[in-house]
């Protein structure tokens, strides 16, 4: 017992380490701080793409006794926040830009230091009912019922397979039926959709992929037509995979009509709109996602639209019943966390997380600090930025798409006697060399266009101006050499 005792005490000496005393919380926490504002000061001036140099990286470089703060924020800065793209600079402007809310850093930096159980509402009845609430307001703005469930998810891609695992079990897409049913979706649709289905055992479900119009919209007859002829066949019309501003175009699918259709075959009607559906904060955008209110499932990105840092998609799903058929789970160990109807639904019998993230504070502080109308006006400021782009980028002679539905633009230059592919491409590179600016391409119809995505709450005219000179300016070199 002596020794036991005896050992216990030696260890806690050493495990004590894990406790600092204040003044050093103080002094991290000074240090952190500064470097994390050093940083936000200097997004407005600094470069949005930094080339990776192919120098070494290795993180496994801490000893057995720790290190300092000064060397572990200088290994950062001269590392991750050194090469590749800087997604919080407003010169980002391809793929899918968000920016990364500096309330929602400090969001996450309160979630982590109580490191409330956002699990299970038993556990932290305000930690849950507040992502409860926050579930409840995106249901608010979608059009859907106040008694409609969803989840904060990591992201868009678990938010969507979340959607199609409980639309499988719904529809009891189950054993020989799997090969019966029939997905519908564009070419268009985000390749995580694809994934979803292979990983929802859905991967031998018949896949059709509805003809798109001149704006890379589903083409709603042809829709139609398919699953008119699948139901003839004797197949399951089971889900159809509309977008909410496709990644590549920003096209928002006729959701009204897709609904009637959905409603006609019995079949479950997904909304993806994790880039697009936060514009529909902006009343101006309702005509648009006149629909999207009668789906069964939708997803949005709030680290997209909502601009917070990265790690938070959101799942609705109508039928919250069905939701929890799909994920709810029992255990012996989890006794005590039983729901009983006087608690809030808990996140983990609606998703596949158990512990958790603690995602909804750094929503929630957003909010609470900037209230709505800044994201209302800066959401609205992107899309006409997009169009800015669009209009100017015609004057300078550019071949442009569809003109932007929300705030993706496609563009490119058609070079009289050269490559138009090879030209465009080194186009692109010319920017990304600059590094000002992040511009990403994309091939439709197996050609390459240049895209514009401008979704970042820090991108203003400025930057907009600079890239349109950059690239013109890059067009004139190009066809003079
Ligand atoms: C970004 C995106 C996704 C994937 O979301 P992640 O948050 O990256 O997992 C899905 N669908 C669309 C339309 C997207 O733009």
Same mark, same amino acid.
């Given at each position: ?45 600094? =470069?949005?793409?930094? %080339?990776?140099? *192919?120098?070494?990286? +290795? ?6 006794? @720790?290190? $300092? &703060? ?65 579930? =409840?307001?995106?249901? %608010?703005?979608? *059009?859907?019922?106040? +008694? ?6 990591? @992201?868009? $891609? &678990? ?323």
């Amino acid at each position: 017992m002596q020794d036991l005792i005896k050992d216990i005490e030696k260890l806690e000496v050493i495990s004590k380490r894990l406790e600092p005393e204040t003044e050093l919380l103080k002094d991290w926490n000074r240090k952190v701080n500064a470097y994390g504002l050093e940083f936000v000061q200097g997004l407005d001036a600094g =470069k949005a793409y930094e %080339q990776y140099d *192919g120098q070494e990286l +290795d993180f496994l470089d801490f000893g057995p006794e @720790g290190d $300092s &703060i000064d060397n572990a924020l200088e290994k950062i800065k001269s590392t991750v926040d050194h090469f590749g793209i800087n997604p919080a600079s407003g010169g980002h402007l391809g793929y899918i830009p968000g920016g990364g809310l500096y309330s929602s850093a400090l969001g996450d930096y309160l979630a982590a230091v109580s490191n409330r159980y956002a699990g299970i509402f038993y556990a932290n009845p305000g930690a849950v009912k507040m992502e409860n609430d926050l579930i =409840k307001w995106t249901a %608010q703005v979608m *059009g859907y019922p106040s +008694d409609s469930g969803g989840n904060l998810s990591s @992201g868009g $891609s &678990i938010a969507n397979l979340i959607a199609v695992t409980t639309a499988r079990d719904y529809m009891g897409i189950e054993g020989s039926k799997v090969e019966e049913a029939v997905v519908y979706m564009t070419e268009q649709v985000h390749h995580c959709v694809h994934k979803a289905l292979r990983i929802a055992g859905l991967g031998k479900t018949i896949w059709r992929q509805v003809p798109m119009d001149s704006a890379y919209r589903m083409d709603v007859s042809a829709l139609e037509q398919l699953m008119d002829s699948d139901k003839k066949a004797g197949r399951i019309p089971f889900m159809v995979f509309a977008s909410a501003g496709t990644t590549d175009v920003g096209a928002v699918d006729p959701l009204n009509r897709i609904a009637d259709l959905t409603d006609k075959y019995s079949c479950w009607f997904h909304v993806d709109g994790a880039y697009g559906a936060a514009f529909k904060l902006v009343a101006a955008f309702n005509p648009l996602f006149k629909g999207i209110e009668r789906s069964d499932s939708l997803v949005i990105d709030p680290h997209k639209g909502l601009f917070l840092a990265y790690g938070l998609g959101i799942v609705l799903v109508k039928n919250v019943d069905a939701l929890a058929k799909s994920h709810y789970y029992n255990a012996n160990y989890m006794q005590d966390a039983k729901v009983d109807n006087s608690m809030d639904w808990s996140p983990a019998d609606l998703s596949p997380e158990l512990t958790k993230h603690f995602r909804g504070m750094r929503m929630w502080l957003s909010f609470k600090l900037f209230g709505m109308n800044a994201f209302r006006a800066s959401i609205e400021e992107k899309h006409l930025l997009a169009k800015y782009f669009w209009v100017r980028m015609k004057e300078e002679g550019f071949e442009l798409g569809p003109e932007p539905a929300l705030s993706v633009v496609i563009y490119r230059f058609q070079p009289e006697a050269k490559d138009r592919d090879t030209f465009n491409m080194a186009l692109m590179q010319t920017v990304l060399k600059d590094g000002f600016n992040f511009i990403s391409s994309t091939r439709i119809n197996d050609e390459i266009w240049l895209r514009l995505a401008v979704l970042s709450f820090r991108t203003h005219k400025d930057r907009i101006d600079h890239l349109i000179a950059t690239l013109v300016h890059a067009k004139n070199e190009l066809l003079r050499h």
